[in-house]
């Protein structure tokens, strides 16, 4: 009888915290599919040759016409589009259990947030003007590093 409640409450337990995981990587793909439209946006306007929608923002246009945001022939927003892609499979996976899936999502989040405090600098420092399509893909990004840093803690974990 023991065995039991003891087994009941670990089951109990484990479906708490896989249910508080899915709810986490999930707001977590969510969040990355904000950043996969915008930054798929910016890669359309930049391979049409198209203005994007600035409302009228010179340092919007100075930060997207710059040298800075292309890397070669390939436009940064393209990147950023491949890694907000990349961070939704893998978060999308670690909802549905997939343990490595946790690891490479962390591992994208923290590329992707090195990425933007370089990208911050060079609007700070280099270019001395914001873009704010570049300001609300930072602001994502620093959300996706926040829920990196406080994700839930599985037994695997702790051992």
Not at 110 to 121: E, H, K, P, S
């Amino acid at each position: 009888m023991k065995f039991s409640r003891e087994r009941e409450a670990t089951v109990r337990s484990t479906m708490s915290r896989s249910r508080t995981q899915t709810i986490f990587y999930s707001a977590a793909a969510l969040i990355c599919l904000l950043g996969l439209a915008e930054a798929t946006y910016l890669t359309v306007i930049f391979l049409s040759g198209e203005t994007a929608v600035c409302g009228g923002s010179a340092d919007c246009f100075r930060v997207l016409g710059s040298s800075y945001a292309k890397i070669g022939n390939i436009p940064v927003g393209g990147l950023g589009a491949l890694a907000y892609f990349s961070a939704f499979s893998f978060a999308t996976f670690a909802a549905f259990g997939y343990v490595r899936a946790r690891k490479f999502f962390a591992w994208t989040v923290i590329a992707m947030f090195c990425m933007t405090l370089w990208l911050l600098f060079v609007q700070a420092f280099r270019l001395h003007a914001f873009c704010r399509y570049c300001l609300f893909s930072a602001a994502l990004v620093f959300l996706l590093t926040g829920l990196v840093v406080a994700r839930p803690v599985t037994e695997t974990q702790k051992n």
